[in-house]
């Protein structure tokens, strides 16, 4: 857009953020807070992004409260595992960037947010056994809040476990009650979780945990601090003058609204995950109609590219679009994707593929098995379990002593008295599964898996029961009837988006910074290249690079 065209304006602002999942309400909090005239823009009816639909946890290494807790952690560990496990494919500077900011912006907003965190206990690195990983403290999720404190709770986007009259607690609550029935006595380490729910049913205190909670703590700053949030309010496309961005057209209440911003534009409006065009343009048509139209997402409705296509527009270069935040997921009756995140590394199951081989350590992280689930050419694959697996944990909606008829009658779920029938009705290969299930049961016993060594890593064994025992991630598969459940290369959302340098500025092509525009989140090539480093690695760094930007637009970066 020409200079002449850009002459008038209908309001102005120092920043104005694009999007309101984490990247962009921490971008705000820090803006505002850093004294700039803040305008957080949302182009669908309700707050949160993929953030509010998420576990909530953020990945923030040498962060106070393992100081405090006296975890053993230092940047130059942190630097050291994510330079061994990323490579070069992020330039170093945004690496160290990330190590250093990271911890400051958890403390900036414990003491100038409503926001508070708790350490997820025991939670290790992803990779915990390579050069520089942790085994615990560096994954933090933000504590529970009654969302009758906002004033727009009601605009607040719902997860399905984090609606009204649900079981609302951190992750180290939920993952002591996924044991209850291996081990009962874990239940006396989580004894507020049951007044809080039981209150929340009683008294309508709307409760809410994990990614809504880190959401409403971020909104119900910007509400007492009178930062705008508008909501319904699309992004048009961004007004450029002698190559700088001065600020952006949006639609709002009917009209094109031409909005300055002094400082800069944060595009923080996630990624692509919704836009089976742009899915099929980056990752071609391997994963089939439903995958290419997003079925398997569980990234938020909003999220199809927009803020991407914005800077694009405009000149900016774009990396990492052939990746995603993968997650293996089912398909229960009512067409929304159920994640399976730790059920993977309980005894008593295996993943297969249809020639009924295993493929891979079950228990690895979901971002990596995600991604073998996708590569594998022996589709579709299935989760195989045994009634004693049934009867003990949780998997893809179904619970323990709760009956599964509905899913069985659906075909979701298929159940039989053998391993050759379960084998038939799944379209699975009959005397493959009958050889794998008979291997993994061998090795069960020893506890030792030779193939992939599930159990071995300590990020298998927070997955694994540890109550069962040689290997509390392995246990045989005999007890009938079985049950198979097909499971897909979902995901949390892409990964790819606008380059950034280690001031989250956008650049272009030839390197060249784009003045005035700033990305972070998903809208933004992740710091993390194809690596997942740990529990909330997304929001870790989504928030850490918002916070960047709004540092970088201060001037005080």
Not at 193 to 198: C, I, K
């Amino acid at each position: 857009m020409s200079a002449d065209q850009s002459a008038d304006w209908d309001d102005s602002f120092d920043v104005i953020v694009i999007g309101s999942g984490a990247a962009g309400l921490t971008a705000a909090v820090v803006a505002d807070r850093q004294g700039l005239r803040t305008l957080v823009v949302e182009k669908e009816a309700l707050y949160g992004g993929t953030t509010a639909l998420s576990g909530g946890v953020a990945w923030v290494p040498n962060n106070a409260l393992m100081q405090k807790a006296g975890l053993p952690d230092t940047p130059a560990a942190a630097l050291t595992y994510l330079e061994h496990n990323i490579g070069n494919r992020v330039a170093h500077g945004k690496l160290a960037a990330f190590v250093e900011h990271a911890p400051k912006m958890a403390e900036f907003l414990q003491a100038h947010s409503e926001l508070a965190f708790n350490i997820v206990h025991g939670f290790p690195d992803y990779r915990p056994e390579a050069p520089g990983g942790s085994k615990g403290g560096r994954s933090i999720d933000p504590k529970v809040i009654s969302g009758r404190k906002l004033k727009d709770f009601d605009r607040l986007r719902r997860s399905a476990t984090g609606m009204p009259g649900g079981l609302v607690g951190s992750v180290t609550e939920m993952r002591r009650l996924a044991f209850f029935k291996s081990n009962p006595m874990g239940l006396a380490k989580v004894w507020s979780f049951f007044p809080r729910n039981l209150w929340n049913k009683l008294a309508g205190r709307q409760h809410v945990s994990s990614g809504m909670a880190l959401i409403a703590r971020l909104r119900l700053t910007l509400q007492k601090r009178a930062v705008p949030l508008w909501l319904d309010t699309p992004l048009q496309e961004l007004i450029v003058e002698n190559d700088t961005v001065m600020g952006v057209c949006v639609q709002r209440e009917g009209r094109t609204k031409r909005l300055a911003a002094r400082k800069g534009v944060i595009m923080a409006a996630g990624g692509f995950e919704r836009n089976p065009a742009m899915r099929r343009q980056f990752f071609g048509d391997q994963g089939g109609d439903d995958w290419n139209q997003g079925q398997f997402t569980s990234g938020s409705p909003g999220n199809v590219g927009d803020g991407i296509e914005a800077g694009a527009s405009i000149g900016a270069a774009r990396d990492l679009m052939d990746d995603m935040w993968w997650m293996p997921s089912t398909m229960p009756p009512g067409g929304k994707p159920v994640i399976v995140v730790f059920e993977r590394g309980l005894p008593h199951m295996m993943v297969v593929n249809a020639k009924g081989q295993r493929f891979a350590n079950e228990a690895r992280p979901y971002n990596e098995l995600g991604r073998l689930i996708y590569e594998e050419q022996e589709q579709p694959a299935h989760i195989i379990f045994d009634q004693e697996f049934r009867s003990k944990y949780a998997i893809g909606g179904l619970i323990p002593g709760v009956p599964a008829k509905k899913f069985i009658e659906s075909g979701y779920l298929k159940q039989a008295d053998s391993l050759e029938q379960l084998a038939t009705i799944s379209g699975v290969d009959p005397e493959g599964l009958r050889d794998t299930v008979q291997r993994f049961n061998r090795m069960a016993e020893q506890g030792r898996d030779e193939d992939f060594g599930k159990g071995e890593s300590a990020f298998d064994l927070y997955a694994g029961d540890p109550a069962h025992r040689p290997n509390p991630c392995l246990g045989a598969i005999g007890k009938p009837p079985f049950y198979a459940l097909q499971i897909a290369a979902g995901d949390l959302g892409t990964k790819g988006g606008l380059l950034t340098n280690e001031k989250a500025q956008v650049l272009r092509e030839d390197g060249s910074v784009i003045p005035g525009l700033y990305a972070a989140g998903n809208s933004s090539a992740s710091v993390m290249g194809n690596f997942y480093p740990g529990a909330g690695g997304t929001i870790g760094a989504a928030m850490t690079y918002g916070y960047i930007a709004a540092m970088d637009a201060s001037g005080n970066n």
